[in-house]
């Protein structure tokens, strides 16, 4: 993929070498503690009182003390951070990759938007190690590349692209990019009004619908990030083997493939994601059109 020397997006949080605390609470747990001491002094009493006085006046202001003294509330900030460790040319060199992917979708779904008289609210992306805190909880790099609905933010562990190459045996920078894309395609399905319509429609349904949902979701999100693949290579941005790259990292995170790699027997009732032939599929759907009327994933039969 050529892209060296594109526009990086702004929207990158690099969280990448921080460390991550519990998800707060640690004042409210310190002032439990010592509260039967503050009881038995007057002294204490008054701090007490004088301490409740403080907080609920703080409130009705609209700050909360207890987020203050825990050093703020454990979700996505939504300010650009750079971290203070030092990367190697090689990190540094993949950030700057996701950026300008990040970038190149910004480009496509503000045009795709604004076709349809629509603004488009660009996603933030948060590269971190090991361990994340997001609207949605905490999260360790264990479950793989996500998407928050609740801050609008993709989720990212670089360790990850690595685990594609070496794992699960689909190397290439536009493996890589298909990620991405397909982390992105969650949030249009989210500003869509896609996603909540799925929640609703899995309420009180048995475990094996609700992935049935699922699947069809996660396809969408596929067919998606093909769509800005088309894009990408109207650009002349691909280089030969790219988009067999991305096919090959689609058909390596299959639901099918996967429970083979884990030596377990392949449950198609258990799929939340899509066999690797859907996958592969969809994502060539919107490669191949470049156009998201092409990835109605619900209405499609499988």
Known sequence: MDWRGRRQSRNVDDRRGQSVRGAGGGAGLLLLRFLPMMLRSKIGRVVLVLGVVLFFGARMLGIDLLQVVDGGPQVASQSTHQST????????????????????????????????????????????????????????????????????????????????????????????????????????????????????????????????????????????????????????????????EALAAASAIGDDRLQRRSGGEVVPDSFTHGSSQQRMTWFKRGFDSGDISQCDSFSARL
């Open 85 to 244: 460790r030092q990367f190697s040319t090689q990190e540094q060199e993949l950030a700057e990759f996701v950026s300008v992917v990040l970038a190149d979708t910004e480009d496509t779904w503000n045009a795709i938007f604004a076709a349809s008289g629509q603004r488009y609210q660009e996603p933030r992306l948060v590269l971190f190690s090991d361990r994340v805190n997001s609207a949605c909880g905490t999260a360790s790099s264990a479950v793989g590349p996500f998407y928050c609905p609740a801050d609008n933010q993709v989720y990212l562990d670089l360790a990850f692209f690595r685990d594609l190459n070496l794992q699960l045996g689909a190397p290439g920078d536009f493996a890589q990019a298909y990620v991405v894309a397909h982390e992105v395609g969650h949030h249009v399905q989210n500003l869509m009004g896609i996603s909540q319509k799925v929640r609703t429609a899995g309420a009180g349904k048995s475990k094996a619908e609700v992935n049935a949902l699922s699947v069809r979701q996660e396809l969408q999100a596929d067919c998606f990030a093909g769509v800005w693949g088309h894009n990408a290579n109207n650009q002349q941005l691909l280089d030969e083997g790219d988009l067999a």
